[in-house]
């Protein structure tokens, strides 16, 4: 073969740092390729727009759909569904194989896109999309192949961590602390992608979807963002040796029967500072999996940034080149599983409930009434007085119980008279 040609589809913050890789290591990467890898174009929106890297003004095109022809592997980096789903599959058609970074792509039309590579005999590798420049889903997919993977628990937002981490670290309150995220260029101006828990969730699904064999898509995912996470609440967690982290929660679940479903989930949760997920600080992710014969692995690093994220990036090009020039092709997904996704009203967990109440007699008695006639056992209450006479705050923990019965006892609770805000719930993972 005389060369791999490579299209890049948008040359923002990781696609410049992926042009800048290719062009200043291009002697280095045809050796471990096996043949030259040339940057054959790159597709911009806007030609004469301010670039991190100099690509050569030769290369840049606005007509996306005329260069995908023209190469062997496709790198989608322009974001968001469309144009980039019908440029990935005119690729595909085309004989390219493609890498992506678009999670948000992946985890609302990841199957279609799995299936259109399997159908054209092409590779999609799309590292980069889950927890940026950490190796994770080759892992997953290949070097963790013969095992069993149960539990896949991550820190796959860093906006988010940071926001939390700030909140942990300072006391602040949450819009405090995604100002402060958005003065170092974490958050983005209209943060709600990842406050909201949006970002975290397709990764959620791509990641479920790897480690289970299953096609999970974004709408199977429950998701919780963290701007109902308080100071208060998080002073409370620290009280009780515990931090909060916005999780990404993928479990097989075994039913007595035998039968198995999986569980996907994104929320806040308080974590013991003893887990290794909670000593993960700033802008960090962390992925923690468990596996049958592996045990536990932890995965940490850069999940974001133009020069991380750009790592993965060429690493899938080098591997999608390299099956070019062996003539061969990489593992595909598979979803021969096809478990089952368990209703979210079913999943069992603890929870941090806090409570404004009147100080007086009786209240304690009549709100663990509640806890008990809705089936919610209680492992610890703490009390303490609420500034100015308001009453008092009740800060309630409880052994594991379903999300349903959980939802039943805030309602009930909410109807009591002594109680004046149901003010948080946020459940407790990481112990068993
Ligand atoms: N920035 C990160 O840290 C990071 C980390 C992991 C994954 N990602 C993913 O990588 C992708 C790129 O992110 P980014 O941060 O580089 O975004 P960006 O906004 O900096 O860059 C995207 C570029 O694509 C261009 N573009 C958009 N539509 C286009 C079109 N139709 N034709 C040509 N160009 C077009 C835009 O003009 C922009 O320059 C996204 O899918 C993102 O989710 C980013
Ligand atoms: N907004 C994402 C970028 C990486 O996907 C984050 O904060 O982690
Ligand atoms: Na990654």
New binding site residues.
């Given amino acids: 073969m005389d060369a791999v040609r490579v299209a890049l589809l948008g040359c923002g913050v990781v696609g410049s740092e992926v042009a800048r890789l290719l062009t200043e290591h291009a002697g280095e990467l045809a050796q471990r390729v096996g043949a030259p890898v040339q940057l054959a174009g790159v597709a911009v929106r806007n030609p004469d727009a301010p670039r991190n890297f100099a690509v050569d003004p030769g290369l840049i095109t606005t007509d996306a759909q005329e260069l995908v022809k023209r190469a062997d592997v496709v790198v989608e980096l322009m974001g968001g569904i469309e144009p980039a789903r019908t440029l990935i599959l005119d690729a595909m058609a085309s004989g390219a194989s493609v890498v992506t970074?678009n999670?948000a792509l992946l985890g609302q039309d990841g199957p279609r896109l799995y299936a259109a590579a399997a159908e054209q005999g092409v590779d999609l590798y799309y590292e980069a999309?889950?927890?940026?420049g950490i190796p994770l889903l080759r892992p997953l997919r290949e070097s963790l192949a013969g095992d069993r993977i149960n539990r896949v628990l991550g820190i796959?937002?860093?906006?988010?961590?940071?926001v939390l981490d700030q909140m942990h670290r300072t006391g602040a309150e949450f819009d405090a602390a995604v100002a402060s995220a958005q003065a170092l260029g974490?958050?983005?101006a209209d943060p709600t992608?990842?406050v909201e828990g949006f970002?975290?969730a397709s990764?959620a699904a791509i990641l479920a979807s790897l480690a289970f064999h299953t096609r999970v898509s974004v709408d199977d995912v429950y998701r919780e963002g963290i701007t109902g996470v308080t100071a208060s609440t998080v002073a409370s967690a620290k009280a009780m040796g515990a931090v909060i982290k916005l999780l990404a929660i993928c479990e097989r679940v075994t039913a007595a029967d035998g039968t198995e479903r999986v569980s996907v989930r994104v929320h806040p949760a308080l974590l013991p500072e003893s887990h290794p997920l909670a000593g993960v600080r700033d802008?960090f992710?962390a992925v923690f999996v468990e596996a049958d014969a592996a045990g536990e692995l932890m995965f940490y690093g850069q999940?974001?940034?133009g020069a991380p994220?750009a790592s993965a990036v060429l690493g899938d090009v080098i591997t999608a080149a390299r099956n070019r020039v062996a003539g061969s092709l990489g593992p595909g997904e598979s979803a021969y599983a096809q478990l089952p996704v368990r209703p979210m009203g079913e999943v069992v967990t603890r929870y941090h409930v806090s409570l404004d109440v009147e100080d007086r007699p009786g209240v304690l008695a009549q709100v663990s009434t509640v806890f008990a006639q809705n089936e919610v056992s209680i492992e610890t209450v703490r009390q303490q007085q609420l500034p100015d006479g308001e009453g008092a705050e009740l800060v309630i923990v409880t052994h594991a119980a379903t999300d349903a019965a959980l939802a039943a006892t805030v309602a009930a609770l909410g109807g009591l008279s002594a109680v004046s805000a149901v003010s948080g719930v946020t459940r407790v993972e990481g112990e068993h």
């Fill in positions: 970074a999670k999309s889950v927890a940026g796959v937002n860093g906006t988010t961590n940071y974490y958050a983005e992608a990842d970002d975290a990764k802008a992710n999940g974001a940034g994220t």
